[in-house]
Structures are given as C-alpha cells and as structure tokens.
C-alpha cells in the first residue's frame, strides 16, 4: 500500500495548535508582523526586561561597545561555572586547597571550568570599567540618569568586591598574601580600625575592629575563608542581582540612550534587532573565555603559609593601584580616604556636571573638563596598577621589565617628614597645620574668585618657567639632579594643569555647592601626583605626620 | 557577515571550543600509560598460557588476560588517611597497584610500568603501600595525574621526589633508631658525619646541639621564599649551575644543603659586608668552608640525613619507633676530654682535634694587615676573609685548668668581638656558654685533654 504524501505544512500546524506546543508557547505560527515582534518581547519574562521598541542609535557598537551586555553575560557565565565549582569545593582550610588539586588533576573538565571562572572574572572587571567608561564618555549619566548612574557605581564596586572574595579561595600563597595585603588596609579606616587615625582614642583594637569583623579573627584563617566564601558565593551576588534588575529596570524606563531625539528618527524592534545583537556579544564573550581557559591555566601557588610572606605579596591586579599608593600614603589614605572618595566622587559625578551639552555622543570639545578629568583618573588608575604588578619586584622596589629579579637592589634612601615631631623636639605641626590648611583654601578658592579666564598657555609657561628656575638652582646648588628636576616638571606641571588651569577656565562659573566638591575632587586627585613628587625628588615621606593620633599626610 | 551566519558560526565555534575542552581533558597525560600497562599485562598473561601445559588453566589465563585488557580506564588512588595521603601515583605506576596487580610482582623493566622493585625484603613488607601510600617515603605531589606535577617538578611544590639515596631520610622521620637500621645506612653515616664535623656545635637538631646558627629539626620544611633567589643562582654543584630555576627537581631543598657543603657558604650567601644595599653591614654566611674536608658523597649523606628532618608532616605517634639513647663509651683523662669535644661540635669552630681554628669574617687577627679605609673592597674581603677562630694549641698554655674551664662555661658574647674593619659587620659566629650543658667531669677531661696540646713556646714557660 503506497503511504500518503507527507504534507509539511499540515503536521507543522497541528503541533503548533497541539494543547501541549500551545501550553508553552502563545501566539500563533510565526509571521513576522511588528505585533509578532512585540509578542516576543512581552509573553516573555526574560526577553521582557526590553522594551519593545528601541533607538537605532542603541544598536550601534561603535557608540555602546557592547559592554553593559557583555559585563552581563559574564555576571551569568560566572554564576553558571561558581554553581559547577561549588559541587566540589569545601570552604575549610585544611580541604579547600586540596579541592582544587582535585578539580585540577581528578575531575572531569575540573581545570577548565577553574579557568573559565577565573578569567571571566578578570575579564568582568575589565568590561564593568570599560562599560562606565563608555556611558561616562558619551554624557548618559545625565538628568534623568544620575541615579542608575550611581546603582552602576555601587555595581562596579560590588564586581570588585565579588572578584576579591572569590581570590581567597584557593586558599594557596598567592590568594592569602593578596587578601592579607587588601584587608589591612581595613584596618587603617579612620575612627574603625585599629591602626587608623583616632581609632585608638575611641577604644578600636586589633579584635574589635573593622578588619577583625571582616576576617572574623585578627590574621586571615578559617573564618575568613568561610565568610569569604559565604559573600562569594550568596551574599553579594544577591544584592548584585538585585542592583542589576534595578539597573534594567531604569533603562528599560530611560530609554537606551539620553542623546536628543533628532527629526523623524524612528525606533526599530527589539526582536530581532538588539537580541540578535546582544546574542552574539554573549556568544563571542563566552567563545573566548573558552578559549582562554583551553590555552591558560590558572595560577595555584603552594598551600597557604601564614608564616612564610611572599617576598613581593601583591593585591589582586585591580587592586594593585592602591597598593601602589602604599608607597607614598599611609594605608588609612592610599586604602581608605582615596578608594572612598573614588566611589562618592563618581556617585557625585551626575549631580554636578551642570553642562547641557555633548550627551549621545563622544563629545570632547563639548566637555572638555568633564572628559580630561574623568579619563585622567582612568589613565591613573591603571598606570599605577602597571607600575605595581609588572615593576614592583622583591621588597616591592623597582624593576624594569627588562631586570632579573635575581639581582639585589639597594634599599630605598631615607625618608623625612616636612611638619611634626622632630628629634630636636621642636613641634612643627604647630606650623604645618596652619600652613597646609592655608595652601588648600587658596587652591580651593583662586580658580573661582580670578573672575576673567587666565590665558592657559602663558600661565602655563609661567608656572614651567618658575618651577624650571627653581630646579636650576637646585641643580646649580648641587641638590638635585636632572632625573629630579624633570620629576619636578611633569608633576608640578600636570598638577598645575589640571588643577589649577582647568578648573579656572571651565568650572568658576559653577555655583559654590557644585564648585567646592568638584575642587574636593580635582585636588585630592592631584594629591597623589604631588605625593609621588615630593617622595620621588626629595624623599618627603609626609608632608605632615601627627603621630598621637596615627594621622599622617 | 550577516547576524544570521555570525549567530550560525558563533555558536558552532562555542560548540567546537567545548568539543576541544573535552577533547583536551580526556587525553589526560595518565591514559596512555594505563593503556599500555592493560596491554602489556595481557600480553604476558597470554604468554604465559601459551607456555602452560593443563587446558583447563591456559583456557583461564587466556580469560584473564581479555579481562585484563579490557579493564576500565580510570585514576587509581591510594588512601593512606593516617597519613593525610592521597596518592595518585598508581594510576600511572600500575604495577604497584595491588587491586590491579596482587602480587606486586611482574616482568616489567621500564618506569612506569614496572614493579617495584624488592617487594619481598622485610622493608617494603613492613611498609605496605596500602597503609603508607607512596608519597610517604618518596615524597612528590601524590594528588597529581600529570608527570611533572606528579613528580614535583614543578614551581609551588616544594616536596618534589626524593632521587637515590636522599630517600633515607625518610626513614628518619619515624624511626629514631635508624643508626643501627637496615636500609638506613646512608641517612646514618649523613649523621655521624653531621657530628663529625661539628655542624651540632652551631645547630641544634630537635633541641640537641648549639644554638649559634639555626636549628635544623625542620630544615626539610624550609620554604623556598625563604632562600632568595639571586643565592640559589650562585649554589654549584659539581661544578656546575643549577639548570631553571622553575624545576624543583634542581631548586629544592636538598640542593640547598649540599649547596653549603660542596660551596663555600660565603660564597652562597655573600650578603651586603660593604653596606651597598643596606644601611647596616651584613656579613656573609658563617657557615665554615667544608669543601676540603667533605667529598661529594658525604655531602650526599649529610643531605639525606637531614631530609628527614621535618616537623610539617604530622606523622601519629604509633608510626613513630623510639630508641635508647646512645651509650656514653667508657673513657677517661685526656681520651675522654677528646671525646667530649666531638660530641658538642667544638670542632665546628676550632677545627677537627683542634688542629686550627676556622673562619669568623671580619674578626681581628693573626696574619691580617693593617685596616686602612682606602684599601680596594676585594682586598679589604680578603684581609676580612683571614678573621679566624682561635686555634686553641696556641691559646691554652697561657690558662690555668681552672681558668680554661671558666672560660669554656662563661662563653664569649658575640659583642666582645674585636673587628678588623671597624665599618664592617660583626663577626657572626660567637663562643656560646657551655655552663649547664657540659658536665663538671666532661669539663674537667675536656680541659685535660686540651692543654696536652698546648703548644710549648721557647721562653721557658
């Protein structure tokens, strides 16, 4: 008996209309109408996070770079690998680092799903700046934005935060001593921590304070693992799920981007347009993680010795930058005062960035002070983290790629302090206190009260030549050398750009409120290049030191 | 490219990547090994059925070795909880697996398909691998499937595989009564060379010797942070550089030891004596020059003995034998007095019977010139190089007995020192006080047998 023609069409219509197809899928067979577009979009609960229509100007990777999507659909692979590796890890000292001998050597694809949680993790907080960096540059932090903005801050610090919970796991040399590096700065917190200033005078000790209550002892052990462990893996992905549907939910309501609506512009669909898109930029992310975790294992170092240190001991890379700060602060500043000024600066960031102009687009010309300050900060932050993970060598002196480590350097030369005890027992700080507080308030107050725009290139070289004429005596005195004097140029000069030049040509119109936090800011960042000078040319180790009360400038 | 072919091609790519991941992990370096190890013991059950004359049991054989190669492919560990060990090495080394091979035994000469070797000698029968794992004596990383891991040959394992016969001083970790053990006689002629010499003058091991330099009870746990590299670069041994410095099986700590016995220590560790990277002195090690009195295969011994010296490993007390002490031979006068004076170490400073006193840098002596500040630094080295411990045939004729025993007891602090170069540092090795730690008698035969040395100077005296 010759079987029927198979009719393609008839049995694709009944499993469509079929009660079981109809349970899980709405709609009827696709036909690719806007309102079937918009169907996708809104019968689904993930896809619904989009709106249904977007700006075109969205789709571009030019102007987004992908990577509010892409730190995403790492946030999803990392959580996807962190659940595979909990199957095998055990948060205890005496087990977590055989854990990961195992998952190396014993189980089943162990090291590649080790690797690809690794470097997803690096590449997480690599993406989450570079994300901020794009939304900073293209002005959409901007009215009605400022307060996804600051959700996006407190998400890039909760992504560092996760990343360096997750570094102590291990439980090998290389995650204690980094830890041990990052929590002790903890314990410099000003009034918090023990070592910090005033923290002795309101009782702080080394077991009651805010180091001792993120260790959960005095030294990092085996409830620091646990704790870490307990934030790694439930605590902080939870506020970053919750922060991170926040986050959605805000650009859904915004609008993708905040540049002005130009004539006729019309919005296109979500499906297919941004999901085809945002599809490939998870799949190309996840391709090469994958691919990076095949060719590049993982670092485990030998088992976790509170006894022996590691001669360097380096914070994880993205924190090597305040680590680097060590040299020329005190902790309770280089750990503390600088990463927490970052964090409520750029919170601020939207709130006092008064200038209408250069939203949706990579407008240099139309914020000049904005961008060159803000990108300043950037090029900052990451030089000194080059400077403290690939020039720092053994007792963290310097070492140019191009040196052995194997070779001895000489210590670095002694250190003085300008104001505070002296030997002598003469009381400078009497005199520094003063001086120092009078030097800020100018900084503070000239850019605004010189009411006309100075012109930048003969203030400039006005000031270059001042600083030029006080190094050639210097070097004429036989105090400094050339290497000093071009120390004394860069960093004078930068910080007399930066922060004198600029804010007196862009921002003294700004109203008080704006003006004083924005010189807040501009001027503790030029600190650190100040700092660097004053360490650099003439060994100044503080500028001003208090000791009674472990405050140290 | 259109989305539709990048959405194609992407997602066949993240499918090959995972194919390759898995593709990586399954040819584990340990399968073809295991592989092999079937094939072979099969091949040689087959011959032996071939060569077998009742049926019944070559038809069983021939069973056998099908099912021999067909076992499953999989990492075989040993479980020696009472010694925290996990040890992988028979996933490799299957014919020391006595699930796979129960006798232990088979025809193989090849590593690492061969068995191991005496398994019949009372040794290995009292160590059995089951209760003792391998790691225990041979050390290496036995949570490893990889060779090099595995032999801890590889930077971050400090334990790697002990070679020949620096093995022994495994047998020390348990066994207090290795002196007198079969298959210990190297670790036990290392020791009595260790107290020939005189190393127990300046280290103590578990408490027993001097207290001048370290104790070395646990110098086979020493971590390698703690030897700073650019040192470990200037160690020769015969000779020769140590080859990378990321292969434990050269940068380890029984390479360390010898390092100090077949070098000159002060050439090791040379340290900062001229204050060119410190703002202090640092003399270089005090460690004495042993190259003209210890050969290579002495320092061999030294070097297993003190293998053994670990406190890392927690060894339960019912592993461990203990032994009677050593018995005081029975002297007495001036034969006794040199006895005491090997068994605490003098002659780590003054020299084997005291014949001449050895290296203390920097310290003022004979046959030195005078310091001048505008000497070069090599000659200045040199003139610091020549600082000697006393050499006591010239010193003990000007002491009464009384006098040479309160100087004995009293010590000299290493702050009494005289320096050559008033700029350089202090000379680092001191006379310790024996007061408490030398019995009144041992004192007494001690001083006795020393001023029989005493060189007689012509002034009539």
Known sequence: MPLPPLDIEKIKKEVIDSQLWRSVFRGGVWKDTPRDRAGHIIGNVWLHLHPVKVRPRALKWAYTWG???????????????????????????????????????????????????????????????????????????????????????????????????????????????????????????????????????????????????????????????????VMHCVAVPLVVGILLILHFWRIRKDSFSAAPYEANEEKVDVWPHLVKREYIGAA???????????????????????????????????????????????????????????????????????????????????????????????????????????????????YWPWESWFMVKPAPPPTWSVFGPKP???????????????????????????????????????????????????????????????????????????????????????DWPRYSVTMVLVISTMSVLLKMCARLTFNIKYVLTIPSISMNF | MSYRKAFIVSNALMLGAFIWAFVKDFRAEWRPYQAKYYQMAGDALDKQAAAEKDAKKAADLRVEAKKMRRSPMEIKQIIAGDLGRFDRCVTCHVGMDEYTNPSLKNDFTENPYKSHPKVDSALVKAHSFTKFGCTSCHSGQGLATQVDPAHGWVKHWEKPMLKGVTIQGSCVKCHDNFETLKGAEVAAQGKKLFNKHGCQGCHAINGWGGVVSVELGDIAD????????????????????????????????????????????????????????????????????????ITREEADAIVAYLSGQTKEERIPHRFHVSAPPAKEPALSGAAHGKYVYTKYGCQGCHGIDAKEGRRRFNAAGDGQKEYDEKMPEAEQLAQMNLGAEPTLPKLVGTYTHDELIHKIEAGVPATDAKKWSPKGPMPMVYMPAWKGKISKKELSDLATWLQSLAVKDDSGF
Do not use: C
């Not at chain 1, 190396?104 to 694809?109: G, I, K, M, Q, R």
């Not at chain 1, 590449?123 to 989450?128: K, S």
């Not at chain 1, 002790?184 to 702080?204: F, H, I, K, Q, R």
């Open chain 1, 67 to 229: 990577m509010g999507g892409i730190s995403f659909a790492l946030y999803l692979l990392l959580t996807l690998t962190g659940v595979a590796l909990m199957f095998y890890y055990r948060p205890t000292i005496g087990l977590a680092y055989q854990d990961i001998k195992d998952l190396e050597f014993a189980v089943t694809l162990g090291m590649f799903l080790r690797n690809a949680h690794r470097w997803a993790a690096q590449a997480m907080v690599v993406a989450v700046i570079a994300h901020m960096v794009r939304v900073f540059l293209t002005g959409a932090y901007k009215k009605p934005r400022e307060f996804n903005w600051g959700i996006g801050v407190l998400l890039l610090t909760l992504t560092l935060f996760l990343s360096f919970t997750g570094y102590l796991l291990p439980w090998d040399q290389l995650a204690i001593w980094a830890v041990t590096v990052g929590t002790n700065m903890a314990g410099a917190t000003p009034v918090l921590g023990n070592e910090g200033p005033l923290g002795s005078l309101v009782g702080m000790r080394i077991n009651n304070d805010v180091r001792f209550t993120l260790l959960g002892g005095t030294m990092v052990g085996e409830n620091t693992l646990l704790r870490f462990y």
């Open chain 1, 284 to 398: 190309g992310t996840t391709l090469f993680i994958m691919i990076w975790s095949i060719l590049q294992n993982a670092p485990l170092e030998a088992i976790a010795n509170p006894n022996v240190t590691t001669n360097p001991s380096k914070a994880p890379w993205y924190f090597v930058g305040l680590q680097e700060l060590l040299v020329y602060f005190d902790p309770w500043i280089a750990g503390v005062v600088m990463p927490g000024l970052i964090i409520v600066g750029l919170i601020a960031i939207p709130y006092i960035d008064t200038n209408p102009k250069g939203i949706g687009s990579y407008a240099w010309k139309e914020r000049p002070f904005a961008n060159t300050l803000f990108m300043l900060g950037v090029v900052m932050w990451f030089a000194l983290i080059y400077i403290g993970y690939a020039l720092r060598g053994p007792n963290y002196a310097w």
């Open chain 1, 424 to 510: 002598d027992g003469a009381y400078s700080m009497l005199l520094g206190i003063p001086l120092m507080g009078a030097i800020t308030a100018a900084w503070m107050l000239l850019p605004k009260l010189i009411q006309k725009e100075l012109d930048g290139k003969k203030t400039m070289g006005a000031f270059l030549g001042l600083v030029a004429l006080v190094g050639a005596g210097g070097m004429a005195m036989g105090k400094m050398g050339a290497t000093e004097v071009a120390f004394l140029l860069f960093f004078l000069g930068a910080s007399f750009y930066y922060g004198f030049v600029l804010p007196q040509r862009h921002i003294r119109t700004l």
């Open chain 2, 222 to 293: 020493k971590p390698f942070e703690r030897i700073a590299g650019y040192n470990f670069k200037k160690v020769r041994i015969d000779g020769k550089e140590l080859p990378d410095q990321h292969h434990n099986s050269h940068w380890n700590i029984q390479n360390w030891i010898r390092a100090h016995l077949v070098n000159d220590p002060a050439d090791v560790t040379p340290n900062d004596p001229f204050a060119h990277y410190n703002t202090e002195p640092i003399p270089p090690s005090g460690m004495p020059d042993f190259t003209k009195e």
